[in-house]
């Protein structure tokens, strides 16, 4: 089974700091997706940033970007310049990639609440 | 277009009330899930559909009956909830193929449906 780990329940930060949030994995696929979500008050899930596994180059997106360690099952995601609207709930999740039982199943942590403030 | 739109947005019912939560995309995905989401909890799977087939279904309560009328268009039809099934219900559509291997892993959601039971 897939699980998923955020250690983190909560965390803040001063506005234009950085932030890490962590998030560790268990699976045996060796072919998977690895997701985090942002879900601020409004409720509406966003994606954030996505790493495919078979890459090992660490995937960014503006101010995010991750650490992946795949012999360690861990995939951080870190925020420079935090802003306020990054204020939300931060979700990591895994996705396999593969034909199989779980294909197409999104696995999320517990997530992890984000306070940005001024 | 890039939406998932999910109507309604809130909604109130009794114990013994008929209701649908209804979920539209048009990006052409042909996978398409319903998640229950509990205040501060990560999102729960519900349901699957995959070309307009139900392939997961987590052990619902048969009180939610989805429905999948085009792969367009998802229901969840709701009868005799209970207060503790308030919760917000997400859809998403997943892009990318679904059958034998998942292209890109992306879910997209809508902005969920938030549902009381009195």
């Known amino acids: 089974a897939q699980t998923v780990t955020q250690s983190q329940p909560e965390m803040s930060v001063q506005e234009a700091e950085t932030v890490t949030l962590s998030c560790t994995y268990d699976?045996?696929?060796?072919?998977?997706?690895l997701f985090w979500y942002k879900q601020p008050p409004s409720r509406q899930m966003i994606l954030v940033i996505r790493q495919e596994a078979y890459k090992q180059q660490n995937a960014t997106e503006n101010r995010f970007s991750v650490n992946f360690q795949k012999a360690a099952k861990s995939f951080s995601l870190k925020i420079s310049d935090s802003q306020l609207g990054d204020t939300a709930m931060y979700f990591c999740?895994?996705?396999?990639?593969?034909?199989?039982?779980?294909?197409?199943?999104?696995?999320f942590g517990r997530g992890t609440q984000l306070t940005v403030w001024p | 277009d890039t939406e998932v739109t999910q109507t309604p947005k809130h909604l109130v019912m009794g114990m013994t009330n008929k209701k649908s939560l209804k979920c539209e995309q048009h990006?052409?995905?042909?996978?398409m899930y319903w998640y229950k989401q509990k205040a501060k909890k990560p999102p729960e799977l519900m349901f699957v559909?995959?070309?307009?087939?139900?392939?997961i279904n987590e052990s619902v309560p048969s009180r939610f009956s989805p429905e999948c009328p085009n792969s367009s268009l998802l229901n969840l039809h709701l009868h005799a909830l209970q207060p503790e099934d308030s919760a917000l219900y997400l859809c998403a559509s997943l892009q990318g193929r679904w059958r034998g291997q998942v292209k890109t892993g992306e879910l997209f959601f809508g902005e969920g449906s938030r549902l009381t039971v009195l």
């Open positions: 559909y995959s070309y307009e087939k139900l392939s």
């Open positions: 990006m052409g995905h042909r996978a």
């Open positions: 699976t045996s696929e060796s072919n998977y997706y």
């Open positions: 999740a895994f996705m396999n990639r593969d034909r199989g039982s779980t294909l197409g199943r999104l696995y």
